[in-house]
């Protein structure tokens, strides 16, 4: 659907689907409707109940066990007569169901760029990501791309990027330009349950090596980098908010 879409305008949710429902969709209508009247200046009529039996439908056509999770594209495309067009998208299917810790502790790299509507899910950051995450492959063999502006780390590809030192979570500001996403929230939420500070501040490109952890929140849950333009980081204290963001309420 992306590769049809690439010519058109549209923002985005990257939804968790398990068992016929999805985590926290109502928050996720919430955020893409209030972006879409930002962007668009026409506030989307986003029938919940209808959207989520889309969802099962697809779970269920793309035969995604019950046992497993899954992640779920939904675009909100604006359209010729000022109105919007809801597309959802079956992604891939997920080994957990619920938001997991990733055991895979990728490599990354920064690339200072900037984007229209800064970090506000719509299809520049989709095509930022693909791009960048490629030329960090090709020029640098790192897996992931981490956006900057100036010393300010800002997202890994399309996800809201935290940093932890001791028992104090850094999550960028969004009056920076950070990603807004409903899983920036929710990690947030989870890290003070958790009993970490949190604290809204930049992580600053000159300072990465005096962090212990630092690690990216998306539809799937939590992945720690191994490695950010050569400071390397620990996995350790993030398993506490990983629990604590597991244990969060699931409704629809």
Known sequence: MVSELHTRHFVYQRVHASGGRTLHLAKHLTLAARVFEQIYGVRPSLDERGIAGRIASLLKESRVPAHAGATVMLYLVPTDEGGCEIVAEFERVLLDAGYAHSPLR???????????????????????????????LSRHGTTR???????????????????????????????RGAVESVERQLVMEAAERAGFVVREE?????????????????????TSLSECDGAKFMTFAVARIVAALAGAPTAV
């Open 106 to 136: 990728p490599t990354a790299v920064t690339f200072e760029y900037s984007l229209p509507f800064g970090g506000l899910p719509t299809g520049f950051q989709l095509a930022a990501r693909a791009l960048f995450d490629s030329l960090a």
């Open 202 to 222: 930049p992580i600053s490109h000159s300072q990465l090596k005096s962090f212990d952890e630092l690690f990216f929140a998306d539809a799937t849950g939590i």
């Open 145 to 175: 791309s981490v956006r900057r502006e100036g010393e300010s780390l800002l997202s890994c590809g399309d996800s809201p990027i935290f940093a932890l030192r001791g028992r104090a979570l850094f999550v960028p500001p969004l009056s």
